[in-house]
């Protein structure tokens, strides 16, 4: 393997975005080259402004349509051998990338998951109801696919490009995650989970996930269980 590509979708990020980039430019990738795609889905805060400062290729959203749209179109543009997705607050640190992309480089695994709640990394303390809606849901995926996941609904999301790209990416938002995990595991991938570290924020400072997204998360996950 020669090269890793980073997708970032990008909304309203204008406080973090230049941050995030720098701590993306300084990780440890393993020796594999880098391609950095952001996708910018119609931010109106003056993000774009920020565009002018980097010369990695940036794709346009017209209007907003999510994050799922966002990778969605990433995906089509990668060309690494190894994708991760990165998002563009300062909640996923990618200082861990490192072992997430080493167990695909050694050929162990198809897919790698950073979990929050595996313990051994900083975490910030998490929002009771999020706490909450992130173990169920994790425990109706382990119900309905028969996996031991502990962090289904994680930002940080490794594959082998040639197992991803051959999915099929139908949801628009947040509900994304569940899809692709359901995806995942119906291929039977080499899954594996390591634990990352977490800087949550609160909605004051960003966050944009709602409840309303575990309810589209809960549809997906039984939906995509039975059709593919």
Not at 20 to 33: R, S, T
Not at 143 to 172: H, N, P, Q, R, W
Request: net charge neutral; charged share 30%.
């Amino acid at each position: 393997m020669k090269k890793i590509t980073i997708l970032i979708p990008v909304y309203n990020e204008i406080d973090t975005l230049g941050q995030i980039i720098k701590k993306v430019e300084d990780a440890d990738f393993c020796g594999l080259e880098k391609e950095i795609i952001l996708i910018d889905d119609y931010s109106t805060d003056g993000t774009r402004e920020l565009y002018k400062n980097y010369s990695y290729k940036i794709l346009f959203h017209e209007y907003n349509q999510g994050k799922g749209a966002a990778l969605r179109d990433g995906f089509k543009e990668a060309t690494g051998d190894i994708i991760i997705i990165q998002d563009a607050d300062l909640e996923y640190d990618p200082a861990d990338y490192k072992p997430l992309i080493q167990l695909i480089i050694d050929g162990k695994a198809d897919v790698c998951y950073g979990t929050r709640l595996a313990g051994g990394k900083p975490s910030r303390s998490f929002m009771f109801h999020h706490l909450l809606g992130n173990k169920f849901l994790s425990l109706l995926t382990n119900v309905l696919y028969g996996s031991t996941l502990t962090d289904m609904e994680t930002c940080y999301k490794a594959f082998k490009a040639e197992f991803i790209k051959g999915i099929e990416i139908k949801s628009d938002r947040f509900d994304f995650e569940p899809e692709i995990t359901a995806k995942v595991l119906k291929r039977r991938a080499r899954l594996y989970e390591l634990p990352i570290s977490y800087y949550g924020r609160e909605f004051s400072e960003g966050k944009k996930i709602t409840w309303r997204d575990g309810f589209s998360a809960i549809i997906a996950l039984v939906k995509y269980r039975f059709i593919d």
